[in-house]
């Protein structure tokens, strides 16, 4: 509730007392509830996927680990987690890169993690539409040639 709160671009009063009257009927104390939110506001817990729930999230987990785990793409997968588990930019997965091949500038890094997580995404994409009965063709090349 409070993550979906912060998440939201903008906030309510509506939203803001519901979450009131739910804090009150906690019986917090003030100095406790002044405390959780200091703790909510300076932690990463603002993400998109507070809107996400259990089952949802099992079934993401379950497709990732089909197509990157079992197929064998181990280190597409230590990606996609750098990326969305840890919440590491592109240019601290480059830098990482760039410790690890020195002999790599930060440029060619920064393509490279761009290019690999790019290809991650592209392999996820139709099995998530599927699990999640979207249209996957509506972002997919038709074929033009033909038409005239």
Known sequence: ???ALLASKKVSKTAIQQVLRHLKASALS???LREYFEDLLAGK???HLAFCTDAEGLMMDAVIGEILVRAGHKKLFGLICQRYKRRMSKKAMARELNEMHPEWCLRTCESRIDVWLQ???AMLYQP??????KK?????LH???GVA
């Open 128 to 133: 998530m539409c599927e699990v999640f009965e």
């Open 119 to 121: 290809m991650a995404e």
């Open 143 to 145: 074929d033009c040639a």
């Open 45 to 47: 817990n603002k993400s």
């Open 30 to 32: 003030k100095d406790e």
């Open 1 to 3: 509730m409070f993550n």
């Open 136 to 140: 996957p063709d509506r972002f997919r």
